[in-house]
């Protein structure tokens, strides 16, 4: 049987969270992916800066110097983010805010309990976090990473 004209190789889908998880949220789409976060009265969320797509009228945008980068002259030069976006739920009822990476990508929920409150991953993999998240820069000196070459 033919599939249909419209039909693409990767499908939009719906990720619903877990019940136990202490914010509700969805992950909508297929190649290009946002992730919308329900925040009851007094939630926040912590986003990368230009990463917010679209909020509920009662959500405040603060941004905030991350502590993290004390050393900060030289990660400005080298192009990491000195700040953070923080999205709070300032009103009476629930809001959302909808949150999507630059770039085509998709959007992969971690517990970080499960990996023992740390993960070594890409620069730029870091999206949004429920709780406070420390983002820092590490070397990996392996040997089978280092390429050689001549010229």
């Not at 800066?49 to 009228?57: D, H, I, L, T, V």
């Not at 999205?87 to 990476?101: C, E, H, K, R």
């Not at 000196?141 to 070459?149: I, L």
Request: charged fraction near 15%; include cysteine.
């Amino acid at each position: 049987m033919a599939a249909p004209f419209f039909s693409t190789p990767f499908q939009p889908y719906v990720y619903q969270s877990q019940q136990a998880a202490f914010i509700p949220f969805q992950i909508l789409g297929g190649e290009a992916q946002i992730v919308q976060i329900m925040l009851k009265p007094q939630e926040k969320v912590i986003a990368k800066p230009g990463s917010m797509c679209y909020m509920s009228g009662s959500i405040q945008m603060e941004n905030v110097y991350l502590h993290e980068n004390d050393g900060g002259m030289w990660q400005w030069l080298f192009g990491k983010s000195m700040t953070s976006v923080v999205l709070y739920n300032s009103g009476q009822n629930d809001g959302f805010v909808g949150i999507a990476a630059p770039s085509l990508s998709r959007i992969i929920p971690i517990d970080l309990a499960m990996f023992g409150g740390e993960m070594l991953c890409q620069p730029d993999a870091f999206l949004c976090s429920i709780n406070e998240v420390t983002v820092t820069n590490s070397v990996d000196q392996r040997v089978r990473n280092v390429v050689v070459g001549a010229e």
